[in-house]
Structure formats: C-alpha cells, structure tokens
C-alpha cells in the first residue's frame, strides 16, 4: 500500500483536502481537453449545432385610422373652386370651431396648399391621410423608434405574426395632440366601508 504524502511538518494531510485537490486536477483535466478539441475545429465554422430556420421579421400592418368628418371630406369640394390664400389667419367662416393647439403649426404646415385632399412632407413631398404618421414623425422623431418598437401608441398581433400598429391620429387629435387631464376617480372603498344588502351595496360613512 503506497504511502500518503505527508506536510512539511511530517504530518498527513486531512483526507477532505486530497478530495478537493483530487476534484480540481479532475476539473483542470477537463478544461484543457475542451479547449484542445475546439482549436482543432475552423474558427470560421463555429459550432456544429444543425441548421435552424430563422423566423422572419413580422411586417408591420398599419390599420386603417378613425373616420373623419364626412360633412368636410373631400376637402376639394370646397378648395378646388377657391384661390388658395398661404397668409397665416385667424379662419372666420369654415373651421372657425376648430382649436389649433399644435405648437406654431398652422393648416397648410401640414395640409397641401394645391390639393387639399393630401398632406405634405417637410420637403413637399405628398402623403395621403392615411399615413399621416409619416408626417407626425418629421417633428416627433424621438417617438418614431418607440412607436415601431411596440411602447409608443399602442400595438396588436403576434410574436411571430404581424404586428398591428394603430397610427397617430388613432389616439391623437392632429390639430391639439395634447389629452386633456382627466378628473381624478375617487380611491377604493376599504371591506369595512362597504356593506351588502339584499338589494345592493352601500356605502358606509367611515
């Protein structure tokens, strides 16, 4: 039986600490056997995991916008036979009942001067009513990656599907964006507050 090695001191070493040296040569064994097996493979082949299909990109799927105002759609009927007027002003006759509360913009920052059943990009570029969306986003760009990304607005469908994105005007009134602040609700009744009747549920005062 061969003879255990001893400490300088003479004295053998605990049995628990042969254990755990014994554990980590094992373990340095391993690592050295792994990595030689993987700088034998080609570095531009990678691992040999099977081929999977990639799942595609979900194209975006832009739903239509609210209905408009039919009593002023289409907008030509009125503008066409018109001289069309670029001065900024106060209107006194149709659209008077309209607030603009949209920062500096007036109508024809956004509403083509020619034809008046389209918008118009920064660079005169024309747009139709339905994708408005890529007018909002020449100014609200910061919005425009939250929008696609799913966390701006709000967006439908599947994760490997197509994704459902409502567009600006789905929420927001293009003329005053803002929403209005909301009346606060009163706060939840505590169990001892409520009592139930046969009939129905009352309040009691605290």
């Given at each position: ?37 993987r ?25 239509p ?96 599907g ?45």
């Amino acid at each position: 039986m061969a003879a255990q090695p001893s400490q300088p001191n003479g004295e053998r070493p605990p049995p628990y600490q042969l254990a755990t040296w014994s554990v980590i040569g094992l373990a340095l064994l391993a690592v050295l056997a792994l990595a030689s097996v993987r700088t034998d493979r080609d570095p531009e082949r990678g691992r040999d995991y099977p081929p999977r299909p990639l799942v595609a990109a979900a194209t975006p799927v832009l739903l239509p916008p609210p209905e408009m105002d039919d009593e002023y759609l289409p907008c030509n009927d009125c503008h066409a036979d018109e001289e069309p007027n670029a001065n900024v002003r106060d209107l006194e006759e149709e659209h008077d009942d309209m607030e603009f509360r949209h920062g500096d913009l007036w109508c024809l920052h956004c509403h083509d001067l020619e034809d008046r059943d389209v918008l118009h990009l920064a660079n005169g570029a024309r747009v139709a009513f339905d994708d408005s969306w890529q007018l909002c986003t020449q100014c609200h760009g910061e919005k425009l990656a939250d929008w696609r990304a799913g966390v701006h607005g709000k967006r439908t469908g599947h994760w490997r599907g197509a994704a459902e994105y409502r567009t600006c005007v789905s929420c927001h009134d293009p003329h005053e964006p803002h929403f209005r602040p909301l009346a606060p609700k009163p706060p939840p009744l505590r169990p001892e507050q409520i009592t139930r009747t046969d009939s129905a549920i009352e309040e009691v005062e605290p």
